[in-house]
């Protein structure tokens, strides 16, 4: 027997709480640890997440056990059992010490069982609000906008949502931003129309790449947006930590004009690097302008000169703790709490200044800071609570932005020079105004994309505007090339020959050819009707196998844990490369009568690789998923598939001919001189077909015109009836009509 009692003189600080050791013996002995741990009044652990699966036995005390920020009242005494992974914590409400027991122990398969396949893991039932970065209205989106957190979301809530989730895409515009002012200065327009105009252009082109957010926001013109505002502001002065304060500044050596963000330019503090002012694109860190060397101003040529302003204050440092726990809450990946890290260890103290003098922006409710609007970057953060309270509306659900709940679940899209507002200055807000709340938020962030090996630029004109490239034939090659190359761990470059290439080798060149080649041997062999499966080689069972691994990766990719598009989109090119291998394989017995049951349980498997595909396409590729599964005559692929599975035999495919992507050097391609040629073979004429002539003035006959549409099917993919071919067109307006249609369609010509 052993025996181990409670030893208060002998407690270490773990988890942010008190732990006493209980000796069973060693760990690797018994199996399990343990420990003694209390909880003292107002206090509560440090919320973390481990392999183990735990127990607490708990003997007395009240308040809270928050599991995946949900709340469980404690009803000591009582046993908990925790789930490896799941995140929990206790938070000691009442006022006498929470007392309790901790048994642990490593249970390998429980343990990988929870960490893959439950695709609501830390999710579970709550509500899911999905933020792609308020663009601000001062241009459009540009690839490289859209290759970070607007393709990022899309395919995030897509995935979520045939998983079954209750998440919502939620976007703004960033209206009050100095960058419109200052926009509008150099178009010669007000603030208002600037991002008035520019809103609706972001929004066509976000309607071009297929995302339709479920909720958008226009700060500078949302119905009571603004009072809101002013309250959250308020909030903050009342919490006696934001306060005004006499600090440094800087103006205008000639003009005398506030400088900060668009205005000036200068050496990052942190890095040395040019940068504008406020925040530095390379290493993430804020500056106050003050602190830029060598600052200068960007209209004009005066030295700047430093003088002295009072503006709503806060101390940022003060926070580092509730920043540190904030990050321990939800998923924050390495560089976002490194970031926070290297802020706190270097710098003594954070002061951000919270107003700003302009005349584009909120003014607070207080009234001594004159001339001074609220900062466009507390609006984010507020904008996002607000955002929840909008849809809430819309939905007829209690969201309440100044009584925001532990159990939203936050997931942000952002690039990585906007880490610092996101994830350190917008929770230090969160943390002051809604001192109660718990926010549980995901970080996915993106590095810079290049174009052509340089920075986007719209000033020099170096940039692809997604207006300009996108499509109903090109969006989905852009989102699976852009899925692959997007700056997910560091910076990528785009490159137009670069994209036209995979269009042409992998979707047209890959997986359209295998498609059609796929369809053409169902037509061939089995009259188009997808047979059942008959005997299983060894190779066949091999290949189910590797299409489960498949199913495997595209879901971790996929998945909230470790979301990225770059390893999905290899994963989704991976499965057709394996597909296509395993055809090869499967060819040579693929006719011998001997060998039928074979052959049709090979050709069953690939046409189930065809359906796996659809499904996990969809999330990048919806348009592409949807005709996929229309050309395999089964449902659209609205939920994630929980098991690799066959196409029902006996279900008509329509694969044979069905062009999904269109090889953009080919997409202008003109028909006419080849439709010329086609007729003049089929009709036999002596010389060239006349454009201008129809195929009746040549003297086509029934059959000829059966002949001729049999040869534009086979080189379009587009049936043109037979009445429209012996209308009143003449050649010119066919091979026009034609080249419509394929266009319409993405056929290349
Ligand atoms: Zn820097």
Excluded at 36 to 41: G, L, Q, S, T
Excluded at 144 to 149: E, F, K, N
Excluded at 406 to 414: C, Q
Aim: proline share 6%.
């Amino acid at each position: 027997m052993i025996i181990s009692t409670y030893d208060k003189e002998h407690l270490h600080r773990s988890f942010g709480i008190e732990l006493g050791d209980v000796d069973l013996g060693p760990v690797e002995a018994f199996g399990v640890g343990a420990n003694f741990a209390r909880v003292p009044p107002g206090t509560h652990s440090d919320p973390h997440q481990h392999d183990e699966t735990e127990t607490f036995a708990i003997f007395s005390g009240q308040g809270d056990i928050v599991v995946e920020g949900k709340r469980t009242p404690i009803t000591a005494p009582m046993v908990v059992q925790f789930e490896p992974f799941e995140s929990h914590y206790l938070d000691n409400t009442g006022d006498c010490d929470i007392f309790f027991t901790t048994f642990y122990w490593r249970d390998s398969p429980r343990a990988v069982k929870k960490a893959e396949r439950t695709d609501r893991r830390r999710f579970g039932e709550r509500p899911v609000f999905v933020f792609s970065t308020p663009p601000t209205p001062n241009g459009g989106l540009h690839i490289g906008h859209l290759s970070g957190p607007y393709l990022g979301t899309d395919a995030f809530v897509r995935f979520q949502r045939m998983n079954g989730a209750e998440v919502y895409h939620l976007a703004a515009t960033d209206d009050f931003q100095s960058y419109v002012a200052e926009c509008a200065r150099r178009e010669g327009r007000s603030p208002e129309q600037v991002a008035d105009s520019y809103a609706t252009e972001i929004k066509e082109t976000l309607a071009a790449m297929d995302i339709h957010p479920d909720q958008v926001n226009h700060t500078s013109r949302e119905p009571g947006y603004q009072e809101a505002l002013r309250r959250f502001f308020t909030r903050l002065v009342d919490s006696g930590m934001v306060r005004p304060l006499q600090g440094e500044a800087l103006f205008d050596g000639e003009t005398g004009q506030y400088l900060y963000e668009p205005y000036v330019d200068g050496g990052c503090p942190g890095c040395g690097t040019e940068t504008g002012g406020n925040i530095c694109e390379v290493c993430g860190e804020p500056n106050f302008c003050v602190d830029l060397t060598d600052p200068q101003p960007t209209i004009g040529t005066a030295t700047p000169r430093r003088g002295s302003i009072v503006r709503y204050m806060l101390p940022l440092h003060e926070l580092r703790a509730d920043l540190l726990e904030h990050h321990a809450v939800g998923r924050a990946p390495a560089k976002v709490r490194e970031l926070a890290n290297r802020l706190f260890t270097t710098r003594d103290r954070l002061d951000v200044a919270l107003t700003h003098p302009s005349d584009w922006g909120v003014r607070p409710a207080q009234d001594d800071v004159h001339g001074q609007v609220i900062w466009a970057w507390i609006e984010l953060a507020f904008g996002f609570i607000y955002g929840i309270e909008t849809l809430g509306r819309k939905l007829g659900k209690d969201w309440s932005a100044s009584a925001p709940a532990d159990d939203w679940k936050i997931v942000h899209f952002l690039g990585y020079d906007n880490t610092f507002y996101h994830s350190i200055f917008g929770p230090a807000l969160y943390k002051i105004a809604n001192p109660d709340w718990t926010p549980d938020v995901d970080y996915n962030v993106n590095e810079f994309y290049l174009l052509d090996g340089d920075k986007f630029s719209t000033s020099r004109r170096h940039v692809i505007w997604g207006k300009d490239i996108l499509s109903p034939d090109s969006v989905d090659a852009i989102r699976f090339y852009l899925s692959l190359t997007r700056p997910e761990t560091r910076r990528t470059n785009f490159t137009i020959e670069g994209y036209e290439a995979v269009v042409r080798q992998t979707l047209v060149g890959g997986w359209q050819r295998w498609l059609g080649d796929l369809g053409a041997r169902l037509e061939e062999r089995y009259g188009g009707i997808v047979p059942d499966a008959g005997i299983w080689s060894p190779e066949h069972t091999a290949f189910l196998v590797s299409l489960e691994n498949w199913l495997g990766v595209l879901t971790s990719s996929l998945g909230q844990d470790g979301f990225s598009l770059n390893r999905a989109a290899k994963a989704l090119d991976g499965l057709v490369a394996d597909t296509l291998r395993f055809s090869e394989l499967e060819r040579p017995t693929a006719d011998i009568a001997d060998w039928k049951d074979y052959a049709r349980t090979a050709i069953a498997l690939e046409l189930a690789a065809a359906k796996l595909l659809a499904h996990c396409a969809a999330p990048v590729m919806p348009r592409f998923a949807a005709m996929l599964a229309d050309g395999l005559g089964i449902e659209a692929p609205t939920r994630w598939p929980a098991l690799v599975t066959l196409v029902p035999a006996g279900t008509r495919a329509h694969l044979a001919g069905q062009v999904f992507f269109t090889d953009p050097a080919n997409s202008d391609a003109d028909l006419l001189p080849w439709l010329s040629g086609a007729v003049t073979e089929a009709l036999a004429l002596s010389g060239a077909a006349d454009p201008d002539s129809t195929l009746v003035a040549l003297g086509s006959t029934s059959m000829q015109a059966i002949a001729l549409q049999y040869q534009i099917l086979q080189r379009t993919g587009i049936d043109v009836p037979i009445d429209d071919l012996l209308g009143g067109r003449t050649l010119a307006q066919l091979a026009e009509m034609i080249g419509q249609s394929a266009q319409d369609v993405g056929v290349t010509v």
